[in-house]
């Protein structure tokens, strides 16, 4: 991106290089609307350079959490840089406020990030800059820990998330020790991580007190920026789930049971082919990963193929799993170069083809919004942001002949789809509710902990699997959720998107074209329009009604059993 505020030179490096540009920003004598908005874009401009710069940091340290350097230049800028920038980006938010010619600006550009501005302003105390400095880096732990957990088998040391390869094994006997093997080694870390997580816990109800909440689960709902939503709607979804989709995935369960001929079904039967077939393979390195995902993205739409060739051109993928390097799988927007980065660890299972449409979507909104004129019109919350991304893991799905040239593998790689859909809700609802319960309660102990967990489990989980002598596995098992750790409370907006994408995918079945120009216009609104406004101009509703959970499940049940 061509610069005009910031030098086309210059580069984030230290406070003291990088706090002149706000002076002049704080100083700057704003005497018209045209002002204003001059103003406002180079506020948006140095966002830019700023947020690359930590994202690039951050990427870097995902990628190898073995490097000491990486990480020290990670926590420079955790540490040195961005609580320099929070007092005076408050200051900024308050000369916009204050300023005479703001409430000329046009509704229909800045309604939606002047109550952001607002919202972000009675919630600022300068108290909790130190606070959160240190909640970022010590939330970076989770990734050093998991990057760490390894197991042996038939001589080789792997990663836990290539062990996962082995869990569907046709060999009963195999999955039985490769899952032990991985329960043993997370058990190994489940004191550091209760640590961990009580340390985050203390942390956080601080800062919501020190702004003046009772408990930081309602301070974290309006931090988020949740306009258009309520605490009790989330605890409402969590009800509509449990009445209307776990049914699901515990009939789902009990059929796999009776196919598998198994009297014991247990943990390490739950990811096996239950006709007795091998693992599906959709792909055999990144490089294949790659190429097949763009071909099914140019049969949904010739853009979506190009934008993941444009980041395989620059280099902004990493996918293969390896040791040392963090868990999970994310998209990261870098605002400047408006060329996205996407991280993964793919082992060449399905589940990995998932997450890279999944992640695509993701990328595919980046590019969508890049010529949006503010960092914060590009920057959608995760309802918004999510339904981009899971929509294109059901919609994709129709095109995942680009994957599979057998039909049977097609038909089998649907079905496996259908059923983590099936599996989502009930899990999203599980962490939310249990987050809700570990917030109100702050200062619980490590047994009340397991033992609200173990209770959500019976609420959400499934009754067919048998945890008999592994109920500690099951009581620890919440430690895997990063968004725990890392990103607080964000996770039921999986649950909204999810029910946003399959109203999407029942659209698409009807008129493919019209569904995809409404994709397509909808993401380009980044987060101009409230959330309700995206989903309708994307021609679905914003809705987690029971009656609308219902109706959805039923739709994904037809089509499941219609396959």
């Known amino acids: 991106m061509q610069r005009n505020y910031v030098p086309q030179t210059f580069k984030v490096t230290t406070w003291e290089l990088l706090k002149p540009f706000y002076d002049e920003l704080l100083k700057r004598s704003l005497s018209s609307e045209a002002e204003l908005e001059k103003w406002l874009l180079d506020i948006s401009e140095l966002s830019s350079v700023v947020s690359e710069d930590m ?203 009776e196919k598998l001929k198994l009297d014991d079904y247990r943990p390490w039967d739950t990811a096996v082919d239950d006709e007795g077939k091998e693992p599906l393979k959709p792909f055999s390195n990144g490089k294949e990963l790659v190429e097949k995902t763009i071909l099914c993205f140019n049969k949904i739409d010739p853009f979506f193929g190009e934008c993941i060739y444009t980041m395989d051109v620059l280099k902004r993928l990493d996918l293969e799993s390896r040791i040392g390097k963090a868990p999970g799988g994310y998209q990261y927007p870098l605002y400047e170069t408006d060329v996205p980065f996407i991280f993964m660890n793919s082992v060449g299972l399905h589940r990995d083809l998932v997450t890279m449409v999944h992640e695509g979507g993701h990328a595919i909104h980046s590019f969508l919004c890049k010529d949006l004129e503010l960092v914060d019109f590009k920057s959608p919350p995760s309802e918004i942001a999510e339904l981009a991304s899971m929509s294109m893991e059901l919609i994709s799905m129709e095109h995942w002949q680009a994957f599979f040239d057998n039909i049977e593998d097609l038909k089998r790689a649907k079905r496996q789809q259908l059923e983590s859909v099936m599996d989502t809700l009930p899990w999203i609802a599980a962490i939310d509710k249990f987050q809700h319960w570990i917030y109100l309660n702050p200062k619980h102990s490590i047994k009340a902990r397991y033992e609200e967990w173990t209770n959500i489990m019976k609420e959400f989980g499934s009754d067919v699997i048998n945890y008999t002598g592994l109920e500690a596995n099951l009581k620890r098992r919440w430690q895997v959720q990063l968004h725990l750790y890392e990103v607080p409370f964000y996770y039921i907006e999986y649950g909204f998107a999810q029910l946003g994408a399959i109203a999407m995918w029942r659209n698409y079945k009807t008129n493919a074209k019209r569904t995809i120009d409404q994709y397509k216009a909808a993401l380009s609104l980044g987060y101009t329009k409230t959330i309700p406004e995206v989903y309708e101009a994307a021609g679905i509703k914003f809705d987690f009604s029971p009656e609308y959970v219902k109706e959805l499940m039923d739709f994904v049940k037809m089509e499941y059993d219609g396959i």
């Open 55 to 257: 994202a690039w940091r951050y990427i870097k340290m995902t990628c190898d959490t073995t490097d000491e350097a990486i990480r020290n230049s990670f926590n420079d800028f955790v540490n040195n840089i961005e609580p320099n920038i929070a007092p005076i980006a408050n200051d900024l938010n308050k000369k916009l406020i204050d300023c005479p010619f703001a409430k000329n600006l046009p509704k229909e550009k800045y309604f939606v990030y002047i109550r952001g501005v607002e919202k972000s302003i009675l919630l600022f105390r300068e108290i909790n800059i130190p606070l959160k400095t240190e909640l970022q880096t010590k939330e970076q732990e989770f990734g050093a820990i998991n990057g760490k957990q390894t197991i042996t088998y038939n001589g080789e040391e792997m990663t836990l998330q290539k062990a996962g390869v082995f869990l569907k094994s046709l060999d009963r006997r195999v999955r039985e020790e490769v899952y032990t093997k991985v329960a043993e080694r997370r058990s190994l870390d489940e004191k550091a991580l209760n640590t961990l997580y009580t340390e985050l816990i203390e942390l956080r109800t601080q800062v919501a007190k020190n702004t003046g909440f009772k408990n930081y689960r309602d301070f974290k709902h309006e931090e988020l920026g949740r306009f258009d939503y309520s605490v009790q709607d989330c605890l409402n979804f969590h009800e509509a789930v449990k009445l209307h989709a776990v049914p699901l995935i515990r009939e789902h369960d009990r059929k796999r049971k």
